[in-house]
């Protein structure tokens, strides 16, 4: 069972669960804050994420992605191989919060069994948060709240930094999503010199 046939197995499973609508976006392969991806990523009332692990992964990475989807993601669940969450004893270390669908061959397909439903992170980051928008994205959220000034040549991390400060979490999330599901391409513009 490869990584390509779980991704395909739960890409089914979420579109079943979430539809295939305007108020949903799907993103394989979803950067944050420059050090990790998630491998899938869903985007309506909540920004949900998936980490993929079959047993033929190493789990070496999962601490850092652990830290990292914490504090950017409302719900992370891990979509592991069988192998891997019997030896590892159904997974200790990972969060309360975290859920866990344990994927298994059958015949032609895979079968995902959740076992712990994943629930809101309580490590959420503002500034994390903030930094999966663009440049040009976020300052455009600045000047809607006249926001912007002297701000126009600063680095994208200061301009993420002054929104986080600016909008409160529930707003700052949603505007995130709302951003994320508008992108018409997923491949970041090159930056303004």
């Known amino acids: 069972m490869r990584d390509a046939d779980i991704r395909s197995a739960?890409?089914?499973?979420?579109?079943?669960?979430?539809?295939?609508?305007?108020?949903?976006?799907?993103?394989?392969?979803?950067?944050?804050?420059?050090?990790v991806r998630?491998?899938?990523?869903?985007?309506?009332?909540?920004?949900?994420?998936?980490e993929l692990k079959s047993d033929r992964d190493?789990?070496?990475?999962?601490?850092t992605q652990i830290e990292y989807y914490s504090k950017v993601l409302d719900h992370a669940?891990?979509?592991?191989?069988?192998e891997h969450y019997v030896r590892t004893n159904g997974m200790p270390n990972l969060p309360l919060s975290w859920g866990i669908i344990v994927a298994s061959p059958r015949l032609s397909d895979v079968h995902l069994e959740e076992v712990r439903a994943a629930e809101m992170s309580?490590?959420?980051d503002p500034f994390a948060i903030a930094q999966l928008l663009w440049r040009d994205e976020v300052l455009s959220e600045l000047d809607e709240r006249d926001a912007a000034g002297g701000m126009r040549s600063k680095p994208r991390r200061l301009l993420s930094d002054r929104l986080a400060?600016?909008?409160?979490?529930d707003e700052l999330r949603s505007v995130v999503r709302?951003?994320?599901?508008?992108?018409?391409?997923?491949r970041q513009p090159p930056p303004h010199e």
Do not use: I, M
């Open 38 to 50: 998630v491998d899938v990523a869903v985007v309506n009332g909540t920004l949900s994420g998936y």
């Open 10 to 35: 739960l890409h089914a499973r979420l579109r079943s669960e979430h539809g295939s609508g305007v108020g949903t976006r799907y993103v394989d392969e979803l950067g944050l804050c420059g050090t």
């Open 77 to 82: 669940t891990l979509v592991v191989g069988e």
């Open 178 to 186: 709302e951003r994320l599901k508008a992108r018409a391409t997923w």
């Open 122 to 124: 309580e490590r959420l």
């Open 58 to 63: 190493t789990l070496r990475r999962l601490p």
């Open 165 to 169: 400060r600016l909008l409160e979490l």
